[in-house]
Structure formats: C-alpha cells, structure tokens
C-alpha cells in the first residue's frame, strides 16, 4: 500500500511540478502571482478535447497516433496563444501606466473568472472525459501498479521540467531570462528588451501550463472550474521550493504530491487541498525561503 501511494504520489508530484514551473517561470519576470495562469492550463485540456470530438466526428475513429500528434500541438498552442494575449492585452497596458502590484492581482482574477466562464458557455458544466481507447491493466513495479497513461504522465514530466531547468541554464535566452529577473534596467543597459522576455516567459509558462493540462485530461476529467485548484496547488509548490527557484518548484512539486498522498491514507481524500494548505503553512512558519532557503533572485533562478 506504501509503495502504491508514493508512486501515485510521484505522479501527480510531476504534474504540480509541470504548473509550478510554468507558474514560475512567469512569476519571476513580471514579480506578480498570474492567477489568470490556471485557466490557461484549463484552456489546454479543452482545446485537447476538442480536437478529440472534432477527430471522431470526422473521421469515425480514435486513438490515432495523428489524432494525438494534432491534439498535442493545438493545445499548447492554443494555450501558449491565450496565455501571450492575456498579457499583450491586460499586463502590458498596466505596465505602460506604472500600475501597482495590486492592480496587476485584481487583473489577474479578473481574467481567471472571464475565461473560466467563456469556457462554461462554449463547453457547458458537465464533466468531459477525453477518449483513450480501452482500458487495460496496469504493470505491477515493485509492488505497485502503474497504468500506461501514468508512464507517460511521469515521463513526460519529468522531461519537460528538466528541459526548461536546462534551457534556463544553458540557452541565450533563459540567461536572458535570469539576467530580466534580476535587474530589468541594467538588462536593458546590456541590450536586452525586458518586453521581448516578458513576452517569452508568458508564451513558455503558457505552453508548459498547456501540456500540464493535456496530461492531466488523460487521467482525470475535464471541467471549467479545474483551473482553481490546480494554480493553487502550483502556487503552493512553488512556495514550498522557494518561490522563484526552478529546482525548488520541481522539489516542491514532488513533496507536495507524494505528501498529500500519504495524508489521506488514513484520512479521507476530501482533506486531500487541507493538507496541502497544511503542509504551506508549516513551510512559511518553519522555513520562510521553501527548500531552497532564502536567496537573491540572480541565485533562485
């Protein structure tokens, strides 16, 4: 049972990781928590179930790798889109006028309710499911079981959450990233536009939190009111971690899933969100800077 409920929560660790990076890797250039955030991770299990019915209905059949292949590049498209026009069309004009951080959260909110609501007009209320062909049992590792929709859950995470740590490292324009997060003026001095990398930030985070959202559509089902609780539990693992740390929030991530499970084996799973806000509040009453402990911005990143 121990070991079932540690891989169970590995999986969805990798899934919290998935939107706590993409919520940080916006938070740290723009310095304001993008609540509007979750819906975009909503908007790409929508956009992924779309093109699902969409396939059926045209071409009488599912599960297709081209159906999969289309699926994938219209959700983290689509999301990437919506995430760059929120801040072309909100944000930017805010940052324009000075605005305080504030303003920027009541904005933020704003956005999460007018999306989250659009769409609930378009799909309506109900509960979506995303059609995965049959069901088949799982593989028994060590004692657990893990089914091939959380193989490739947990790999697909883990590789994209390594791939942003390394193009954050490595390529020119994450070190453009961390040279915006840490001084935006002495990057511009140097040449960089801190509005080009704002705009990059938002398209990544949103493309990430577009993938975040077609994983979980595979395992769970669909509905408006699903953005909430997931930028809530990014939000917390990116505390947990430090906020602002790349490798905090993939830790922070990992903790807070394999701990909300093993929170509910002797409880029931409604307390599940309790003891995530749980374990946050230890953390800040504990230790303030999360896992990777209090830093200058140029070192959390």
Sequence with gaps: MLKQLLLNGAIIGGIYALIALSFTIIYRTVKFFHFAHGVVYAVGAY??????????????????????????????????????????LVYLPLRRHKAPNLVFLIASFGVFIFIQNLLQLIYGAQILTIRTGPVKEGHHILGA????????ILVVSVFLCVALWLFVKKAKLGKAM????????????VGINPE??????????????????????????????????????????????????????????????????????KISAGWKDCIAFAILIVFLLLRPGGIMGVKTQGERL
């Design 145 to 152: 079981v893990i089914t091939d929709t959380q193989i490739l």
């Design 196 to 265: 080009r990398i704002i705009l990059a930030a938002f398209a990544i985070g949103s493309v990430l939190a577009g993938a975040a959202g077609i994983l979980v559509s595979l395992e769970t089902n669909i509905e408006p009111t699903m953005g909430m609780n997931a930028i809530l539990k990014g939000i917390i693992a990116s505390i947990i971690g430090g906020i602002g740390s790349i490798p905090g929030a993939m830790l922070g991530g990992l903790f807070l899933g394999i701990a909300e499970n093993l929170g509910i084996w």
């Design 178 to 189: 961390r040279a915006v997060a840490d001084d935006p003026l002495a990057a511009s001095v």
């Design 47 to 88: 956009f992924a179930y779309a093109v699902f019915s969409c396939w059926f209905l045209v071409f009488s059949e599912e599960g297709s790798y081209l159906s999969w292949i289309v699926a994938v590049l219209a959700s983290v498209t689509g999301a990437g889109i919506v995430g760059v026009l929120i801040d072309r």
